[in-house]
């Protein structure tokens, strides 16, 4: 009798947009383990989602500025449709206080290529935590509309396996 355990599923949230438009399935991944295990324990949340105006096909969901994670698995290129992200800018990093925020902790959620996270100074590094295994296409419709009707409501919530 073999004494392997056997493989352990990859924890899973769901992303979706409280107006019903859009929702998809992300796997946590293990290249992440302390910022998967931050977010993890942070659901379920509900964030006002803002489509980003400085990195292409990318929404974000502000956190309480406060929360600061440490950088692993950071992701300096050019990031791949489906990648969710977590980044911290400091208090006074750019001069002003953009989406009226002179700190920010915030979540991101790429929908296509054509996308870098970047701010004003220019490309950010950003803890890659977790991808869409399933849905980005009801995602991608729902961020892309977002540059036409604003900030959207987003609800991250943990997918119970059985």
């Not at 489906?82 to 990093?93: K, L, Q, S, T, V």
Request: aromatic share 8%; charged share 20%.
């Amino acid at each position: 009798m073999s004494s392997e355990h056997p493989p352990q599923q990859a924890r899973q949230i769901r992303v979706s947009f409280s107006d019903g438009t859009g929702s998809a399935v992300a796997d946590l991944i293990d290249d992440a383990p302390n910022t998967s295990q931050a977010i993890w324990g942070l659901l379920p949340l509900r964030l006002n989602a803002v489509h980003d105006i400085w990195s292409g096909h990318l929404v974000l969901a502000p956190l309480d500025n406060g929360y600061v994670l440490e950088p692993e698995n950071v992701l300096t290129f050019i990031p791949m449709p489906g990648d969710i992200f977590y980044y911290h800018r400091p208090a006074h990093y750019v001069r002003g206080a953009p989406y009226g925020r002179v700190e920010s902790a915030e979540l991101g959620f790429v929908y296509d290529r054509d996308t870098r996270p970047q701010g004003p100074r220019g490309p950010e590094a950003v803890n890659l935590f977790a991808h869409f295994s399933s849905g980005l296409a009801s995602i991608a419709r729902a961020c892309e509309d977002m540059v036409r009707t604003g900030q959207k409501e987003i609800v991250i919530e943990r997918v119970e396996q059985p």
